[in-house]
């Protein structure tokens, strides 16, 4: 007997054999059941519901947003009730955002500040900015005209003034670094002073916060909250805090290039029979720094106009570490540019050499200079030097004695 197929077996036993048909699914459809599946997955990878909130990843509130749409409409809950072995829809999630019941990807990314890469897939993203950032950006952006600037216009004068000379320097800023009133940045290009602090407060993410009173200087002012600087100092990647000039700009904690770990401050007098230095040698002294022995520095001083070309004694020296020798040498010279000596002597070929290190200074004069250097106090001073002493700027200017 021939062996019989079987739908020739069926058909013998009388059962008509059809295929049931899979009812075809709309594009529509097609979406809301493979949005529910990434909102599964995200479920399944990290134990709970995707959540709202602003510092969240920009697809974990997307999904939230998803599963709150699919979950208040009963065309999306009878399609999905079948596919649903988590229990999604049965749970509250929230309530749901008020949005078209026809509402797709691409405008929930819109609500969500976001926009595509490209329509092929949903997680290529780009422009993705966290609503935080984005309150953040608009209230750096949102400066109004400071009515008394004139009030802190000197500020910004002398603060630009220590910046050239050496008092002040400018370090890169720290992730969420400490923010105090006084305190000084730049920011975009501009010095940003901090005028005022309000009271500390702790918002939704839990972190101390509080409002500051910020005057820029073009003449603005804005009202912005301390985390919002941070953020805005930490974008920007020439954002810098100048030091305070307390924190002493040539013991810095970060070594530059230029910076010695450690070094010597020398005071040297000249031995030399020049007329104009043996008539001032008590108070003709020359400054310099090294990294070595002052000994082996001076050591060919007879050879060396940059010594007069004579022998030296030494007179006084001062240990430091981590200085920065170009930044201290200008602070030195310009405190006592008025004094510095005006002499020419001719080198071991007959060259004439103007030497530029030796200054008409009193001993006891370099020793409180080195001082204030030290302190951070010698931005406040100046060198007078028909008197022959450090006075304070102010003091010197209106003429007082």
């Known amino acids: 007997m021939t062996e019989l197929s079987d739908l020739e077996l069926l058909d013998a036993l009388g059962v008509e054999a059809k295929p049931n048909k899979k009812k075809a699914r709309t594009p529509r459809e097609e979406r809301i059941i493979a949005g529910f599946e990434e909102v599964q997955k995200f479920v399944e990878q990290n134990k709970r519901l995707p959540a709202h909130g602003e510092n969240n990843d920009i697809f974990e509130r997307l999904y939230a947003t998803r599963l709150d749409q699919i979950c208040k409409q009963e065309e999306c809950r009878a399609l999905l009730q079948n596919l649903d072995h988590q229990g999604l829809l049965d749970i509250t999630n929230g309530v749901a955002i008020e949005m078209a019941d026809d509402i797709e990807d691409e405008e929930l990314l819109s609500q969500l500040g976001v926009s595509r890469l490209d329509d ?62 006084d305190d000084l940045f730049i920011l975009t290009g501009q010095i940003v002073y901090v005028a005022e602090v309000g009271e500390e407060f702790i918002p939704e993410h839990g972190r101390p916060d509080c409002r500051l009173r910020v005057i820029y200087d073009n003449g603005t002012e804005s009202d912005l909250l301390m985390r919002s600087l941070q953020r805005a100092l930490n974008k920007d990647k020439a954002g810098r805090r100048i030091t305070n000039p307390s924190a002493g700009p040539l013991f810095a904690d970060n070594i530059e290039d230029d910076d010695l770990p450690s070094g010597t401050i020398y005071v040297l007098r000249s031995l030399s029979n020049h007329s104009l230095v043996s008539e001032n040698r008590e108070i003709i002294h020359k400054i310099g720094v090294t990294v070595g022995s002052v000994e082996k520095r001076i050591a060919n001083a007879k050879l060396d106009p940059t010594f007069l070309m004579a022998g030296v004694e030494i007179v006084a020296t001062y240990n430091l570490s981590n200085i920065n020798r170009t930044k201290l040498e200008k602070l030195i010279h310009r405190i006592f540019d008025a004094a510095r000596l005006n002499i020419k002597i001719k080198d071991r070929f007959g060259n004439p050499i103007i030497p530029r290190e030796w200054f008409l200074v009193p001993l006891f004069v370099i020793d409180e200079a080195v001082t204030k250097i030290k302190d951070g106090t010698i931005g406040d001073y100046i060198f007078d030097i028909e008197n022959a002493r450090l006075d304070l700027r102010r003091k010197v200017q209106q003429g007082e004695s």
């Open 120 to 181: 092929s897939d949903v997680t290529q993203l780009r422009h993705v900015k966290p609503r935080a950032e984005i309150r953040a950006a608009e209230e750096i952006a949102n400066r109004n005209l400071c009515e008394n600037f004139e009030v802190f216009k000197p500020i910004f004068e002398a603060v630009k003034k220590e910046l050239d000379s050496g008092v002040r320097i400018t370090r890169p800023f720290k992730d969420n670094a400490e923010v105090k009133k």
